[in-house]
T-cell receptor, first 113, second 111 residues
Framework: EAQVTQNPRYLITVTGKKLTVTCSQN?????MSWYRQDPGLGLRQIYY???????DKGDVPEGYKVSRKEKRNFPLILESPSPNQTSLYFC????????????FGPGTRLTVT | QKEVEQNSGPLSVPEGAIASLNCTYS??????FFWYRQYSGKSPELIMS????GDKEDGRFTAQLNKASQYVSLLIRDSQPSDSATYLC???????????FGAGTRLAVHP
């Protein structure tokens, strides 16, 4: 089954404790991205990757890091989480940004206290 | 900053009516537009894409695009309670590397 998986689905952590949210897709897609969703603000892109070892900043990259060492995986790293990073995070993949369909993962709800 | 604007709603329509959702975008270079449906607590799912001026129909859904007015809309005919969700409008930026989402319009279809 074609899918994007994210782990963990729910995470409560404390300020400053490094964390990683994993994202994996099994469709051999080149394009992957991370979004955060906050009430009233919609989906905002954090980082995207056009292919292995090619990543670039989206609209809200501050406080986040990513890596793309393998085509299927695109982890999101919060080196020192802060309460303003409490949000719902989605990973997505597609053949390209203009591909007719972007596949979204199930989401990760992060709370930073 | 390239933007996609939507009325947050809620848009309330009776069952069987036509729901009309609207979206405007600021990037004149945008060529590809999408409508996603998102149920509460779930991930967005693509329901329509449109690339050319005019109308595109798919079942009960019709997407409309007017590039001169920088306006995209989604019509849902014969609205059902199961259509109650948040609808996100998205545009691919002129640089073709990013998808810009609107904040979404919440639709409520009441029996």
């Amino acid at each position: 089954e074609a899918q994007v998986t994210q782990n963990p689905r729910y995470l409560i952590t404390v300020t400053g404790k490094k964390l990683t949210v994993t994202c994996s897709q099994n469709m051999n897609h080149e394009y992957m991205s991370w979004y955060r969703q906050d009430p009233g603000l919609g989906l905002r892109q954090i980082y995207y990757s056009m292919n292995v070892e090619v990543t670039d900043k989206g609209d809200v990259p501050e406080g986040y890091k990513v890596s793309r060492k393998e085509k299927r995986n695109f982890p999101l790293i919060l080196e020192s989480p802060s309460p303003n990073q409490t949000s719902l995070y989605f990973c997505a993949s597609s053949l390209s940004p203009t591909e007719i369909r972007q596949y979204f993962g199930p989401g990760t709800r992060l709370t930073v206290t | 900053q390239k933007e996609v604007e939507q009325n947050s709603g809620p848009l309330s329509v009776p069952e069987g009516a036509i729901a009309s959702l609207n979206c405007t975008y600021s990037d004149r270079g945008s060529q590809s537009f999408f409508w996603y449906r998102q149920y509460s607590g779930k991930s967005p799912e693509l329901i329509m894409s449109i690339y050319s001026n005019g109308d595109k129909e798919d079942g009960r859904f019709t997407a409309q695009l007017n590039k001169a007015s920088q306006y995209v809309s989604l019509l849902i005919r014969d609205s059902q309670p199961s259509d109650s969700a948040t609808y996100l409008c998205a545009a691919v930026s002129g640089g073709y590397n990013k998808l810009i989402f609107g904040a979404g319009t919440r639709l409520a279809v009441h029996p």
